[in-house]
């Protein structure tokens, strides 16, 4: 989002039952399980045309969610545009797993879509979470031969091999072998953690950022690391396209046992009346911490 918001639900990564459709769906109606992902673009607007769904409407226009619409964090939402944001909820496939794909998964795999990786490229993955998980899994999807991650959490670690990564780097004495990497995926962090992404990158490399940085005036480069804007460096954004086809693609891969995103489900809640103190964990971030999950009512 783009300003500050108030006074609007939370919540942009749900799974759900449809009580009630609207007289154009047609592919769906009331008792399918679905998922929803985070961005729902409006897909007959301009941008959407051009090639950029999550921007319809304007900047960040398909993050709906409590950038201007109430979010997910409720019994009861609405979602615009169903037969081409909705998904159907694969049988079988576990919710802590499915969970992960509206938007930790897809954001992830957003990155590595875009850091241009080549077969045995070398990839740095920063940031801490599971969209820099997601982007190690990403990033093994896509042939890459070194994967190095910085950070040294305990439990992240552990799922941080098995979805791929090659090399962990700790935060204080971070190394890429003194050549820098191919590409660079930014995914999470402050807004500092670019000029660790610039210094990174080798020349000719593609730096990919998939962060929001929500505060602040400026994002700093260092002149010096960009090779004075002339290095051949790389640097673009940008927010994951949404939509049901990319919902349907995420889940076959989970279910061809490609990843297994409920490795990141560390914390798994049940009951609506939990939905607070899961939030609130997402402040606190525990070391144990990977992302929490509330389950509403696994039967319907």
């Given at each position: 989002m783009i300003g500050d918001r108030n006074d609007l639900i939370l919540g942009h990564e749900a799974l759900g039952v449809v009580d009630e459709v609207g007289s154009e769906v047609k592919d769906f109606k009331p008792g399918d399980r679905v998922i929803?992902?985070?961005i729902t673009p409006d897909w007959d607007n301009e941008a959407a045309q051009r090639g950029c769904p999550s921007q319809s409407t304007g900047p960040l226009g398909g993050w709906k969610f409590s950038n201007f619409k109430d979010r997910v964090f409720a019994e009861y939402f609405h979602v615009n545009m169903a037969d081409a944001n909705f998904?159907?909820?694969?049988?079988?496939?576990s919710l802590e797993a499915v969970v992960m794909i509206p938007d930790m998964l897809s954001t992830g795999?957003?990155?590595?879509?875009?850091?241009t990786m080549s077969m045995r490229g070398t990839v740095a993955v920063l940031g801490i979470g599971p969209v820099r998980l997601s982007a190690i899994a990403g990033a093994k999807l896509q042939r890459a031969g070194k994967i190095f991650v910085v950070g040294t959490r305990p439990k992240a670690s552990e799922v941080v091999k098995e979805y791929g990564a090659?090399?962990?780097?700790s935060c204080k004495e971070g190394s890429t072998d003194g050549e820098g990497v191919d590409s660079v995926i930014i995914a999470g962090?402050?807004?500092d953690i670019i000029l660790d992404a610039v210094r990174a990158g080798k020349s000719g490399s593609m730096i990919y950022n998939t962060n929001y940085f929500g505060s602040g005036g400026r994002v700093p480069?260092?002149?010096?690391?960009w090779g004075f804007r002339m290095a051949d460096k790389d640097l673009p954004a940008g927010l994951y396209p949404g939509g049901r086809v990319r919902m349907e693609r995420l889940a076959d891969r989970v279910s061809y046992g490609r990843i297994d995103p409920a490795s990141m489900?560390?914390?798994v809640f049940h009951g609506f009346d939990k939905t607070a103190e899961a939030l609130l964990l997402m402040k606190e971030k525990p070391r144990d911490l990977i992302k929490p999950v509330v389950i509403i009512d696994e039967n319907l």
């Open positions: 929803v992902p985070a998904a159907k909820l694969p049988e079988g496939m795999f957003r990155g590595t879509e875009n850091a090659t090399d962990m780097i962090g402050r807004e480069i260092c002149r010096e690391v489900a560390t914390h």
